[in-house]
């Protein structure tokens, strides 16, 4: 079946360092990939998507690009600040799923950015 | 924000109790979702709705029912609550349930069972 592996957290780093989260995901066809991010006491929200190999999504500064040959979708940001403070889940919706495309999604990664 | 709303945001019961969680949404969208969020176990789907009166489980459907009279409003209910189900669920909803299938959360409800 389908699965995503998110690396463990929390992550804590200091503002303006650089960020990475890693995630592989394993999938009978060819994924869409996701990043949600969770903001304290609120629901996710698309932070960014990718529908096919090499595609690079982007949004507030953060880019994820969807690697085919290492199956991996990984975060990063070049600056990170105090608001980015938040979980973030990867997650893929997978064709090839008996025809459904209910995403599947990582455990999530606390992120802990101090001043 | 105010196209998906969950009620109640919090709730506290007594074991062997009956819940019912609403999701209502504004989007007309046809497929609806329930989640549940715990720690060290992410996002796991309870049951999903296609459409009005068509639903399926997810897997951890056990000690859960839904309903789907209206697309706008999909229930949860958990029939006899257990301590086990203390968790904070999360309505979702999408349009299109194929492809690159975006869900939008609701602000979740927080269910504490004593």
């Known amino acids: 079946g389908n699965s995503v592996t998110q690396m463990e957290g929390p992550v804590t780093l200091s503002e303006e360092a650089f960020l990475t989260i890693n995630c592989t995901y394993t999938a009978t066809g060819y994924p869409s990939l996701f990043w949600y991010v969770q903001y304290p006491g609120e629901g996710l929200q698309l932070l960014l998507k990718?529908?096919?190999?090499?595609d690079k999504g982007s949004n507030k500064g953060f880019e994820a690009t969807y690697r085919k040959e290492t199956t991996s979708f990984h975060l990063e940001k070049g600056s990170v600040q105090v608001s980015d403070s938040a979980v973030y889940f990867c997650?893929?919706?997978?064709?090839?799923?008996?025809?459904?495309?209910?995403?599947?999604f990582g455990r999530g990664t606390s992120l802990i950015v101090h001043p | 924000d105010a196209g998906i709303t969950q009620s109640p945001r919090h709730k506290v019961t007594e074991t062997g109790t009956p819940v019912t969680l609403r999701c209502h949404q504004t989007?007309?969208?046809?497929?609806m979702y329930w989640y549940r969020q715990d720690p060290g176990h992410g996002l796991r789907l309870i049951h999903y709705s296609y459409g009005v009166k068509d639903t399926d489980k997810g897997e951890v459907s056990d000690g859960y029912s839904v309903s789907r009279s209206k697309t706008e409003d999909f229930l949860l209910t958990l029939e006899s609550a257990t301590s086990s189900q203390t968790s904070v669920y999360f309505c979702?909803?999408?349009?299109?349930?194929?492809?690159?299938?975006?869900?939008?959360f609701g602000a979740g409800s927080r269910l504490t069972v004593l």
């Open positions: 979702a909803i999408s349009d299109t349930g194929t492809g690159a299938n975006v869900l939008t």
């Open positions: 990718a529908t096919k190999a090499d």
């Open positions: 989007e007309n969208h046809r497929y």
């Open positions: 997650a893929l919706s997978d064709p090839e799923s008996g025809g459904s495309y209910i995403p599947t």
